[in-house]
């Protein structure tokens, strides 16, 4: 059964990762498009350095060449971003990504792309859902080689469109008078290309660790989280670099080292940014986070006078609801954001240019301008913890938490509980937690976000005891 969750649709290779299924999802996507009258504009479809992924990427193209829809194939792993960038710029109603991202390298996936390069919204999801189900094996498709030499394939790579794209947006010449050393981990994805071109093209100085092309990640997610940067921390302070950048496996999402060497995670990351956007390029607006992220962002857009907006996890609804409240940023505090202008979906490749000229053109170092923000606006310590289970538990877990909405007691007097997407209880003291299912992995996430580090874990350990996970 094809299903797609909070990212797209993803699946263990050779398990639900097959040709069959990526056959299914190319039917489905060929004849609601030809339904919708959109057939004629063809499909963008790129790929990352995922193993399968380039395949995977010419199997979706043979089956649209059966419908007789031409299809745009990015014939070198890009970034997921520049597939938007494509959708954006040529206003097609459809692109498509192979990648499953940040998780584990056992998996890969499909992205889709919706007008504007944004995230295909749950809408489009079940309704590509129910087109699937109404699939009929085997599906009919044409040899790649002849649909490429009938015309109906046609491979491009764009990648200097995207990065003239991010150049001209930026600061380059606060860049080149700052002389900045940075250092990248694209964690062996897709990254360097761009954002070391972009870099290089502005005279600052970048070095790479993991670079190359390993379909299995040096053996760990790829994913920009404490754990799995701190080689890229050691590196950043040894090299005296002004900033450390990592992205995940197919540069959505970005995490950050300052120049002391310390991990700033997403939720850093937009306040900083916000906070720039505003005070620097004079943007005026809200901002809209998840449900799991930092709520110090709310009090930086009080301060500016204005609203943060509260949404489930998703990007698909931070990009909706950023087009609805004009916001400024958007974002999660698993990594992705999306600044406004911009193409309306996660970029970790501009991103990171836009931090780059921020230290640029303040001419402050990243851990100073962190600090200020932190102490003036954070005041809490913010936890993510992930727990797995059997799978045929979930069921059990979600009568629980969401239809008899049963709560552990918890140390704090609540104020209000949120059932938007999982179970989010505020406490009186500004603090919350959260308990949601994965929407890509089996896992249990608790996030939480506290005055005191120690409490964060103490509301961490009732919800897994109370729920009777190891």
């Given at each position: 059964?094809?299903?797609?969750?909070?990212?797209?649709?993803?699946?263990?290779?050779?398990?639900?990762?097959?040709?069959?299924?990526?056959?299914?999802?190319?039917?489905?996507?060929?004849?609601?498009?030809?339904?919708?009258?959109?057939?004629?504009?063809?499909?963008?479809?790129?790929?990352?350095?995922?193993?399968?992924?380039?395949?995977?990427?010419?199997?979706?193209?043979?089956?649209?060449?059966?419908?007789?829809?031409?299809?745009?194939?990015?014939?070198?792993?890009?970034?997921?971003?520049?597939?938007?960038?494509?959708?954006?710029?040529?206003?097609?109603?459809?692109?498509?990504?192979?990648?499953?991202?940040?998780?584990?390298?056992?998996?890969?996936?499909?992205?889709?792309?919706?007008?504007?390069?944004?995230?295909?919204?749950?809408?489009?999801?079940?309704?590509?859902?129910?087109?699937?189900?109404?699939?009929?094996?085997?599906?009919?498709?044409?040899?790649?080689?002849?649909?490429?030499?009938?015309?109906?394939?046609?491979?491009?790579?764009?990648?200097?469109?995207?990065?003239?794209?991010?150049?001209?947006?930026?600061?380059?010449?606060?860049?080149?008078?700052?002389?900045?050393?940075?250092?990248?981990?694209?964690?062996?994805?897709?990254?360097?290309?761009?954002?070391?071109?972009?870099?290089?093209?502005?005279?600052?100085?970048?070095?790479?660790?993991?670079?190359?092309?390993?379909?299995?990640?040096?053996?760990?997610?790829?994913?920009?989280?404490?754990?799995?940067?701190?080689?890229?921390?050691?590196?950043?302070?040894?090299?005296?670099?002004?900033?450390?950048?990592?992205?995940?496996?197919?540069?959505?999402?970005?995490?950050?080292?300052?120049?002391?060497?310390?991990?700033?995670?997403?939720?850093?990351?937009?306040?900083?940014?916000?906070?720039?956007?505003?005070?620097?390029?004079?943007?005026?607006?809200?901002?809209?986070?998840?449900?799991?992220?930092?709520?110090?962002?709310?009090?930086?857009?009080?301060?500016?006078?204005?609203?943060?907006?509260?949404?489930?996890?998703?990007?698909?609804?931070?990009?909706?609801?950023?087009?609805?409240?004009?916001?400024?940023?958007?974002?999660?505090?698993?990594?992705?954001?999306?600044?406004?202008?911009?193409?309306?979906?996660?970029?970790?490749?501009?991103?990171?240019?836009?931090?780059?000229?921020?230290?640029?053109?303040?001419?402050?170092?990243?851990?100073?301008?962190?600090?200020?923000?932190?102490?003036?606006?954070?005041?809490?310590?913010?936890?993510?913890?992930?727990?797995?289970?059997?799978?045929?538990?979930?069921?059990?877990?979600?009568?629980?938490?969401?239809?008899?909405?049963?709560?552990?007691?918890?140390?704090?007097?609540?104020?209000?509980?949120?059932?938007?997407?999982?179970?989010?209880?505020?406490?009186?003291?500004?603090?919350?937690?959260?308990?949601?299912?994965s929407g890509t992995e089996p896992l249990l996430r608790i996030f939480c976000e506290l005055p005191e580090g120690e409490d964060t874990a103490e509301v961490s350990r009732i919800w897994r005891d109370f729920l009777g996970i190891a």
């Amino acid at each position: 059964m094809i299903h797609f969750g909070t990212g797209g649709w993803r699946a263990v290779i050779g398990d639900g990762f097959t040709r069959e299924n990526l056959q299914i999802i190319a039917q489905a996507m060929s004849r609601k498009m030809k339904d919708e009258l959109c057939a004629d504009e063809g499909m963008m479809i790129g790929y990352d350095r995922r193993f399968l992924s380039k395949e995977a990427m010419q199997w979706l193209a043979e089956v649209f060449a059966a419908n007789g829809i031409e299809t745009w194939l990015i014939n070198k792993s890009c970034p997921t971003p520049v597939v938007m960038y494509l959708v954006q710029k040529e206003k097609r109603h459809y692109g498509m990504m192979v990648t499953a991202s940040h998780n584990p390298a056992i998996y890969n996936g499909i992205k889709v792309f919706t007008s504007g390069g944004r995230d295909a919204d749950v809408t489009v999801t079940r309704n590509i859902e129910r087109y699937a189900e109404a699939v009929k094996t085997p599906v009919a498709y044409m040899e790649y080689r002849e649909a490429l030499a009938k015309g109906l394939v046609h491979e491009i790579y764009p990648i200097n469109d995207y990065i003239d794209f991010i150049l001209g947006d930026i600061d380059g010449e606060a860049i080149r008078d700052a002389h900045l050393r940075l250092a990248l981990d694209p964690m062996y994805g897709v990254s360097e290309t761009a954002i070391k071109t972009i870099m290089i093209t502005c005279r600052a100085e970048v070095e790479t660790i993991h670079g190359g092309h390993d379909a299995l990640f040096g053996g760990h997610m790829p994913a920009p989280e404490k754990m799995l940067m701190q080689e890229l921390s050691a590196f950043v302070t040894m090299r005296g670099c002004d900033l450390g950048i990592a992205t995940d496996g197919d540069a959505d999402r970005i995490g950050i080292i300052d120049d002391k060497g310390r991990y700033l995670d997403a939720n850093a990351v937009m306040l900083i940014l916000y906070w720039y956007l505003v005070t620097y390029r004079g943007l005026k607006g809200p901002v809209v986070r998840n449900l799991c992220t930092t709520h110090a962002l709310d009090r930086l857009a009080e301060s500016f006078g204005e609203k943060c907006y509260e949404v489930p996890v998703g990007f698909k609804w931070v990009s909706a609801e950023m087009e609805r409240t004009h916001a400024v940023i958007g974002g999660e505090s698993s990594g992705g954001m999306a600044i406004t202008g911009r193409t309306r979906g996660k970029d970790g490749v501009y991103a990171a240019a836009l931090l780059v000229e921020m230290i640029a053109r303040t001419g402050r170092k990243i851990s100073e301008i962190y600090d200020d923000l932190w102490n003036q606006y954070g005041h809490s310590v913010f936890m993510a913890d992930n727990y797995s289970f059997r799978p045929e538990l979930k069921d059990a877990f979600m009568h629980r938490i969401m239809t008899e909405k049963q709560l552990p007691e918890l140390p704090y007097e609540t104020d209000h509980v949120s059932y938007m997407d999982g179970c989010k209880v505020y406490f009186k003291n500004g603090g919350w937690v959260s308990v949601r299912f994965s929407g890509t992995e089996p896992l249990l996430r608790i996030f939480c976000e506290l005055p005191e580090g120690e409490d964060t874990a103490e509301v961490s350990r009732i919800w897994r005891d109370f729920l009777g996970i190891a």
